[in-house]
């Protein structure tokens, strides 16, 4: 199976086989476009499960416990505050956590001693811990200025990179892509929103531009002399960009989920460690979502920007017409073509009806003598040109071109 895969490889990169990426993109908007739609619907019926580093609040951690059931903690914390509903998760094997709106240093230390209780544990068992409205929202605003900062950062670096905004704006819709299925993804699931979590979302949003970068690369490499060729349109030179790079994304792309799964398989199953789960999560769905889309949307977001312009609209129409008459051809086709124009200018002005070196020497003795009143010099001429005529002749042959 490695074999065929390395193969298949193989012939994506040369050309001989194409995937129609770029040729059925419409296609692959409409997949990206029902699963945001039918994954944010999900996530905005859940609601978003902020951590209490967005919206504040006390913390209690009661460690070592033998029993992690939720009800105690519920039930003390609905006898200190009524009207507070708890979150309370299980951490690890022996650790529940359990977190409530604001509370005073009083309430603090009686909920505590009511949670070591329930759980039969002692009080230093029972870690807590504060969160105010001010530092949650700072958070908040922190996050929110340093995600647009990011965007603004990278949208202008590839821009300068590829020279063409049009290439930073493509690989941009993809990055947004990414972080909405990523995010659409996290509300449905209902893990908590955490700092770990944004970290996350900035991780994936580095490896989706790296992806990117590699096919946009790809592209840039074969479009370089796009007009100085009749053998692909742009976006013909897109799709086999694409399909160069399509086994390197996958590749890396398995290589990289593997540790980040096992991150998150440990982290949400084994140990319940909140902010292994949180990044690692992010991390899954990101790399998986970026893959897609630097295989399947960027280049078609490509196209789709750059296609009406004018120098690649007059090239397309140039390409579809040689094809038309005749003219168009294949690679190796047009590499034939190239060496018979370069015999074409070094033979000179030798008229194409010039007889060709065997049928010169069946001519008549007279036709190859000395005119009248000439000097001979005509004869040794055509004698010492002769050896060169036959070595262009031989040339030629060896090239597989006919006269």
């Not at 529940?96 to 230093?124: G, I, K, M, N, P």
């Not at 398995?254 to 949180?278: E, H, N, R, Y």
Request: proline share 4%.
């Amino acid at each position: 199976m490695t074999a065929n895969f390395a193969t298949f490889g193989n012939d994506l990169h040369a050309g001989r086989r194409t995937v129609p990426i770029v040729a059925r993109r419409r296609r692959w908007y409409a997949i990206s476009l029902i699963c945001i739609v039918l994954l944010s619907s999900i996530a905005v019926l859940r609601g978003p499960n902020l951590g209490i580093e967005f919206t504040g609040g006390s913390e209690f951690q009661v460690a070592g416990v033998s029993d992690t059931a939720q009800a105690p903690a519920r039930d003390v914390v609905r006898e200190h505050v009524p009207d507070n509903e708890p979150k309370v998760t299980v951490l690890g094997q022996d650790t529940v956590r359990v977190q409530t709106e604001q509370l005073d240093s009083t309430e603090t230390a009686a909920v505590a001693q009511d949670l070591a209780s329930a759980y039969d544990v002692s009080t230093d068992q029972v870690s807590t811990s504060y969160i105010g409205p001010v530092w949650s929202a700072d958070i908040t605003q922190t996050m929110i200025r340093g995600v647009i900062v990011f965007l603004l950062l990278v949208a202008g670096v590839m821009a300068l990179y590829f020279r063409n905004l049009k290439s930073s704006l493509a690989a941009m819709g993809a990055l947004v892509h990414d972080m909405l299925i990523t995010a659409a993804v996290y509300g449905v699931v209902g893990f908590e929103i955490t700092p770990g979590t944004v970290i996350g979302f900035l991780t994936v949003m580095g490896y989706s531009l790296y992806d990117t970068i590699v096919v946009f690369d790809k592209v840039r490499e074969n479009t370089e002399d796009l007009t100085g060729q009749t053998r692909r349109t742009f976006e013909e030179q897109v799709e086999l960009a694409a399909n160069q790079t399509v086994v390197r994304s996958i590749n890396t792309s398995v290589v990289a989920l593997l540790p980040v799964g096992s991150v998150l398989a440990i982290g949400a199953f084994l140990l319940g460690a909140g902010t292994l789960k949180d990044i690692s999560l992010a991390l899954f769905v990101g790399i998986l979502a970026g893959t897609y889309s630097s295989i399947f949307l960027a280049p078609g977001f490509l196209v789709d920007l750059r296609r009406r312009e004018r120098g690649i609209v007059a090239h397309t129409e140039q390409v579809l017409r040689a094809r038309r008459d005749g003219q168009g051809s294949a690679p190796e086709a047009d590499s034939v073509a190239d060496a018979g124009d370069s015999w074409s200018s070094d033979a000179g002005t030798e008229p194409e009806d010039a007889p060709d070196d065997d049928h010169a020497a069946e001519l008549p003795a007279e036709d190859s003598a000395e005119e009248p009143g000439g000097s001979g010099l005509a004869t040794d001429r055509t004698a010492r040109r002769q050896p060169r005529r036959t070595t262009r002749r031989r040339r030629r042959s060896t090239e597989g071109g006919t006269r």
